[in-house]
């Protein structure tokens, strides 16, 4: 791999030279697809409220105010307060707000000819049957991503005149493959089952987002990006569930942040680069980009004033605490504590960040450093070459 990508950005190098003086603006991809959960989520899950055939929370927080208010001013089903990384990453492409398949998919498939996302807030990797087996329940939706699979073949059927018209359709898009897996870790370790029986689970989850990967890739998708997980440690959520005053040997000093939490988010992110690195052996034709979402928002909890945040451990919607997370307050419900200015924090709602912490995740996928190679290297190399 380290061989492919030194070729690759010898390649760039020079094309970038050429566009300095050539016209390349045409459009790089032409549709944005996603599969995830609620780190991606444009609408969804407060769709699916309407469907009883899935099982979700009767009332979906991110459907409630203050979600939604920084930019759009009004809830979308976004878990954030405005935008997410999809919507930068459209937003780069030239493309459109990606709409969710939920609640689009009957008023005509023409709808999703620049994009479609599949992705669910609360969404496992995991088949839920298959997780209830091992112990594991989740309150908000029973949609995993093999029902998002299932979703995407439909939307081809619909769209697609021709398996050829399909495989046209799908390598001109850019497929985003979440996050995905967290909720898989988030609902046993939030609801106090130890690492130690959650740790195994890990091979499962990376081996199941790596078989659905390849059947995606096989049904013409050619372009990929596949984030990791997040730094579990470092959310509000997790720093509340776990607070201990073992200090010296329970955080990391520079970021508050509680190691052994990273630790396993780092095993999980380790095991998917490996699956990608087979993957892209198996489909050389194919470009499989790992994003680094980890260590882009570690840049945020080591330096947050360097980055213009006032906290990055401290949730700015929830309740009280030293955190300002609470389990008998989120955020959306009356009772809920709310910043003065959502920018300068990182997080959002304990789990999930703000629109600026998701803007510097998606800047650093777009221009680097923390996937390689970034969009835009790709998108030189693809328009110089078409």
Known sequence: MAALNATFACIVFFLLLF????????????????????????GNLIHL??????????????????????FFHHPTGRCSDGRLVIDFLGESLGLPLVPP?????????????????FAV?????LNHSLLEELGIYN?????????????????????????SECKDFLKSSLILFGEIGGNDYNFPLLGGMPIQMVQPMVPLVINYIGQI??????????????????????????????????????????????NWLNEFSEYHNEMLQVELNRLQQLHPHATIIYGDYYNAL???????????????????????????????TQCGDSSANVCDDPST????????????AYKWMAQSIISGPFSIPHINELCTFRVSTT
Request: contains cysteine; glycine residues 10%; charged residues 15%.
């Open 345 to 356: 924090f990182v997080s959002w709602d304990g789990i999930h960040s703000t629109e600026a």
């Open 213 to 258: 990967i390849n059947e995606v890739i096989k049904l013409g998708a050619e372009t990929l990006i596949v984030p990791g997980n997040l730094p579990l440690g470092c959310l509000p959520a997790y720093l509340d569930r776990f607070m201990s005053t073992n200090k010296n040997d329970y955080y990391d000093p520079n970021t508050g942040c509680i």
């Open 49 to 70: 409220s309407e469907n009883s055939n899935y099982k979700q929370q009767q009332i979906v927080q991110c459907g409630l105010l203050p979600y939604g208010e920084t």
């Open 298 to 328: 570690m840049q945020l909890y080591l330096s947050p004033q360097k980055y213009g945040f006032k906290s990055a451990i401290v949730a700015c919607c929830g309740g009280k605490g030293p955190y300002q997370v609470d389990i008998s």
């Open 121 to 125: 807030a609360g969404a496992t990797a």
């Open 101 to 117: 398949y939920i609640g689009r998919k009957n008023v005509g498939s023409r709808n999703f000819r620049e994009g479609v996302n």
């Open 19 to 42: 566009c300095s003086t050539n016209n390349c603006e045409a459009k790089c991809f032409k549709a944005i697809i996603s599969f995830g959960d609620s780190l991606t989520d444009t």
């Open 139 to 163: 309150p908000q939706t029973n949609v995993s991503l093999g029902t998002q699979l299932r979703w995407f073949k439909e939307m081809l059927s619909s769209l697609c005149q021709s398996s």
